[in-house]
């Protein structure tokens, strides 16, 4: 023989809280992942300032760096020309 539950329109008192307790579960969840997303955006946020700030580090590091190997090529352009204007041979031995 089967058992059969019977069942009433109306909801148990226990059955209502249920409901209730997992409506109030389902608010605190839905706050708690806004609050997560809202940190989230204003981390990536941060972020974006972060590598702008980082990409133009960089910029002017390269340009710094340019402008070293410049003024290295204009001080090696600079030497030789001094070289060659008081006819140096290179070092000269001593007898």
Do not use: F
């Amino acid at each position: 023989m089967e058992k059969k539950s019977h069942r009433t329109d109306a909801a148990s008192p226990c059955e209502a809280e249920l409901q209730e307790l997992v409506h109030q579960i389902d608010i605190m969840v839905n706050n708690k992942k806004l609050e997560w997303e809202r940190k989230v955006r204003a981390l990536e946020a941060r972020m974006d300032v972060r590598d702008q700030e980082l990409a133009n580090a960089q910029s002017k590091l390269d340009l710094k760096g340019q402008e070293l190997i410049q003024s290295g090529i204009l001080k090696s352009k600079l030497v030789h020309r001094i070289i060659e204007y008081q006819g140096w041979k290179g070092p000269q031995q001593v007898i």
